[in-house]
């Protein structure tokens, strides 16, 4: 069936340091990518997305790719900070379904 | 803009209680909200997607007759647990989408249910 999964469960980086989380996918008609953050908690924080007709979208500090052909996402964070520490995950959808399926998560941690 | 909201943030029931769970959103009309649970350390795994007037469409193994969603408004959406018990303790997550262009979602802050 369709899911989406990650590399790493677990990440650390020290602080300042940029991270890259990875994400896959085995849906390839999926034309529509989010990335959200979530603090312990709390519920899923947009960060940024991305559609199918990009490979790579920049916002502040974050930066997202998508590699279509390996069906690859990526979240990269620069310069991380304290703040940055939380549960990152992957999500697609595609055109015509309301949906989102979530990754398993990436936890992120930030050491001082 | 596009902030919403759960209510309670926690609750405590009996076992064989019902508990219901309240997700508004507070600045747009949701043509659509969703029904998430998260157990601990795991993804978020949908539970239902329901549309404002109509019955809502269950994922795969959730039972609609255990999780009763009401979607009665375009701002609030209900999930009630009937006859909860412990394997039901969860994190509920909803969210609501405006129907605009694309799938963008927004999360409520989640709602944290342990039943005894």
């Known amino acids: 069936g369709e899911s989406v999964g990650l590399h790493l469960p677990t990440l650390s980086v020290q602080e300042g340091d940029n991270s890259i989380i990875n994400c896959a996918y085995s849906?390839?008609?999926?034309?529509?990518f989010i990335w959200y953050k979530q603090e312990s908690g709390k519920g899923p924080q947009f960060i940024i997305d991305?559609?199918?007709?990009?490979d790579k979208r920049q916002g502040q500090r974050v930066t997202v790719l998508l590699n279509k052909t390996v069906k690859h996402l990526s979240l990269q964070i620069a310069a991380t900070q304290p703040g940055d520490s939380a549960v990152y995950f992957c999500?697609?959808?595609?055109?015509?379904?309301?949906?989102?399926?979530f990754g398993q998560g990436t936890r992120l941690t930030i050491n001082p | 803009g596009a902030v919403v909201s759960q209510h309670p943030s926690r609750v405590i029931c009996k076992s064989g209680t019902s508990v219901k769970i309240e997700c508004r959103s507070l600045?747009?009309?949701?043509?659509?909200m969703f029904w998430y649970r998260q157990f601990p350390k795991q993804s978020l795994m949908l539970m239902a997607t329901?549309?404002?007037?109509?019955?809502?469409?269950?994922e795969q193994g959730v039972e609609k007759d255990k999780f009763l969603i009401n979607h009665a408004s375009l701002t609030l959406s209900t999930l009630t647990v009937t006859s909860a018990h412990p394997e039901d303790s969860s994190f509920y997550i909803c969210?609501?989408?405006?129907?605009?262009?694309?799938?963008?979602?927004?999360f409520g802050p989640g709602t944290r249910l342990t039943v005894l």
């Open positions: 969210s609501a989408s405006p129907g605009l262009a694309g799938n963008e979602q927004f």
């Open positions: 849906n390839s008609a999926s034309d529509y």
């Open positions: 991305i559609r199918s007709n990009m």
């Open positions: 999500a697609e959808s595609y055109q015509g379904a309301q949906k989102l399926v």
């Open positions: 600045d747009f009309q949701a043509t659509t």
């Open positions: 329901s549309n404002e007037g109509s019955k809502a469409t269950y």
